[in-house]
């Protein structure tokens, strides 16, 4: 096949995959609805194209829709996901609550260096593993994907420059151990209060709602300003020579700018983008992947393992230590791993009121996670 028809091979399943995600996950039917509790329609956007090249022996892992993805989609994405956190939001957390929430990304973020270093002192095989052979190019992304969501993940993934196989199978574990810990997660905050009670700590909190935007203003106009900015300011970007990680970092702190300078925003629509181009992100990435090679040394998934209780198990003490409500230690635990889905899903297990402050903690984990994956990448690198 030639180059163009490679590409126009390559967009029609990637556009077939978006669209199949797109409706896949509004269906409402309760077997397909517990096929997505246990494999997202995410990972069916990486999963397909990659099963239609495997099938096929067609080679997609060089066409042009990898480089306009890191070239505009990606930076798009970065910019719509950080202008979607609003800082007056913030504020109806409190700061015990995001103390808690932050040391669970502190953990996460250098605990994988720190239980490397400790394996590889007990066992030099494991040095070799995980430095030597590159394993803990793997590690990097699942402190995108808990932290930060998909949009980190497939930053850091290119940032770390992990391989596609390896990739995949982190993407498989990090999918069922999430959804185990949002299953735990659900049971622990219903039996919360019990622990408040036993070490003696106020379990009530202060209702503050989510502040909306009440200009005057109609909302085509606010969504022709959201988008028109977006789209001009990547345009002009495009036009600035900088390399992959620059125009990461410039574009976050533009857009957190843009989400609390702005006098009209709507930041429903920006996360509305930003999980569009998501999808459109992980099917792209599809093309690249090959299924031979699809597995994890047992260490590296004992590791991850030991990793996320030692996450939960430092918020567990924090919280206590602060004498804030043990709930947050669930509420902010699935902000970092489960993300603006899943985390008021587990918080109205407990009160339905407090969905929007778990919905912040979940917007300030996507807009921190690729700044604590450069952390990881930085004491890897020092190792």
Known sequence: MTNTHLFWTATAIVLFTVVFVQWIGKINNRWIKLVLDWFPAILF??????????????DLSKVVLHDLSKTWIIPLTILTVMSALSIKQLKIVGVKPIIVFGV??????????????LFGF?????????????????????????IGGSTSQLVLKELAET?????LSILVLDNILVNIWTILMFQFIKRSNR??????????????????????????????LTVGTILLIIAFTSLVSMSFLGS????????????????????QLVLKMAGFCIVLIMAILGLKLNFTNLSLPAVLVFLVVLWLILHF??????????????????????????????APAVTSAYKRELMPHAI???????????????????????F
Not at 45 to 58: D, E, K, N, Q, R
Not at 108 to 114: E, K, Q
Not at 163 to 167: S, T, V, Y
Not at 204 to 223: A, L, R
């Open 163 to 167: 391989p596609e196989a390896l990739f």
């Open 122 to 146: 007990f066992n030099e095989s494991n040095t070799i593993l995980f430095i030597t052979e590159g394993y803990w190019k793997g590690l990097v992304p699942i402190v995108g994907g808990w």
């Open 104 to 117: 669970g990304s502190i953990v996460i973020a250098t605990l994988p260096v720190l239980l490397v270093i």
């Open 313 to 342: 198990l430092a918020m567990l003490l924090t919280a206590r230590l602060l004498k804030t409500n043990i709930a947050w230690v669930a509420i902010g635990s699935m902000a970092n791993l489960g993300g603006i889905s899943t």
């Open 195 to 224: 622990l408040n009670e036993s070490w003696g700590i106020d379990s009530n909190f202060p209702i503050v709602e989510t502040p909306q935007y009440s200009g005057s203003n109609p909302p085509w106009m606010v969504n022709t």
């Open 360 to 382: 912040v903690l979940a917007i300030l984990s996507m807009v921190t996670g690729t700044g604590w994956g450069m952390l990881t990448i930085f004491l890897f690198q020092l």
């Open 45 to 58: 956007a990486y999963v397909l194209p990659a099963t239609f090249t495997h099938i096929s022996g067609i």
């Open 248 to 267: 990461v970092v410039v574009l976050s702190i533009i857009g957190l700018v843009l989400g609390n300078i702005m006098p009209v925003w709507n930041h």
